[in-house]
């Protein structure tokens, strides 16, 4: 765990409020280490630091993130934010997150998404998991 010698530094500049020093600290971390580092934090703090990444950073962390720490950013966000995140994600990423929510999570997610974005994911949630389908590439698909 790359997280846990840094961790309590971080969590004190997180209490303190510190935030242009953890903007300073995360510049040149890369989306996987700081999703690690999301990961291991009390779910209250995981989105204080999460809204302090910018945007582009936020949407690769965001697909790092374990399935738990992604459902907690989820609520934790605002429409806005989790719509950005949804439509800039991956679509295989985007789907892998979205087949495991619950269907009517799943609905108000979808209303969130572009029509292109809304139209790709609807035709990859369709296919079983690990089907030929699901795991082509969305350009394939079209």
Known sequence: ???????????????RRNFSALQRIFNDW??????????????????ILFRLLPKDVATETFEYLDFDSQQNLLTALTQKDVTHILNSMSADDRTAL??????????????????KEFKIAKTLLAYTEASVGRLMSPDYLS
């Open 1 to 15: 765990m790359i997280g846990t010698p840094i961790l309590p530094e971080i969590r004190e500049l997180i209490e």
């Open 30 to 47: 890369m989306p996987v280490d700081l999703a690690e580092l999301i990961s291991d934090l009390p779910e209250n703090e995981q989105a």
């Open 98 to 115: 979205l087949e495991e929510l619950p269907g009517t999570v799943v609905q108000e997610l979808l209303k969130l998404l572009s029509f």
